[in-house]
């Protein structure tokens, strides 16, 4: 699976746009970009993902480059709530058995009031 | 919102001590999954199985043992509790949808080893 690189931590203020930035230089054609987060504590929770096209959902939208080497998750209205470490990860599609997920460091990101 | 779950939230045991920590699911899901993270640090995956009577060693070397004997339960043991087992213990299952596979934790057990 393709390495992903990502800020240690980022600040953004509460009611602004959060935009999160991941470098997957190394991904492949069949590799995804998943976005997790995890609170404070708390088992880590699914955002959102894609392949090659801008996704949105109610959380979140993610903008993969069109050369697909790396990404932004973004969160239009921050709230203190989003305050949490924010994982990206560049997973093939699933077609087996043997899928696992890498966690890495992440992304603190602190909103502030 | 996921229906997975883990008990107890938080474990304060003594060293010697065999401990289960218990997971279980009602989604159905046949892969389940217990990652391993100490604070501020990774999540490392220690043990998955892609279904009943399934149980395979994850990237983490780690001295608990799993059983996966009915589709919703996923109970992690460790047969004698040391300082070193101290850590958050996440478990996880996913669905498989298009080709993708969506995780779904729990709220993770607190284990803390004196």
């Known amino acids: 699976d393709a390495k992903t690189t990502q800020p240690t931590s980022m600040d953004c203020a509460e009611g602004r746009a959060a935009n999160l930035p991941c470098n997957h230089s190394t991904i492949s054609g069949n590799e995804y970009v998943y976005w997790y987060r995890q609170i404070h504590s708390q088992g880590p929770q699914y955002i959102i993902h894609?392949?090659?096209n801008n996704e949105t959902n109610e959380m979140a939208s993610l903008i993969i480059t069109e050369d697909r080497k790396s990404s932004t998750l973004i969160l239009p209205h921050a709230t203190l709530r989003d305050t949490a470490v924010y994982y990206c990860?560049?997973?093939?599609?699933?077609?087996?058995?043997?899928?696992?997920?890498?966690f890495g460091k992440g992304t603190l990101l602190t909103v502030n009031p | 919102e996921a229906d997975i779950y883990q008990t107890p939230r938080y474990l304060v045991i003594g060293t010697g001590k065999k401990i289960t920590l218990e997971c279980s699911q009602t989604m159905g899901h046949d892969k389940m999954y217990w990652y391993q993270q100490d604070p501020g640090m990774e999540l490392h995956l220690i043990h998955y199985?892609?279904?009943?009577?399934?149980?395979e060693k994850g990237d983490l070397s780690s001295e608990s043992t799993v059983s996966r004997i009915r589709t919703e339960h996923f109970p992690l043991t460790l047969e004698s509790a040391r300082p070193s087992h101290t850590s958050q213990y996440l478990c996880?299952?996913?669905?498989?949808?298009?080709?993708?596979?969506?995780?779904?934790f729990g709220s993770g057990t607190q284990l803390s080893v004196l």
């Open positions: 996880a299952s996913s669905e498989l949808r298009d080709f993708n596979e969506k995780l779904f």
């Open positions: 199985s892609y279904g009943v009577n399934s149980t």
């Open positions: 894609g392949l090659k």
């Open positions: 990860i560049v997973r093939s599609r699933s077609g087996g058995s043997n899928y696992k997920l890498t």
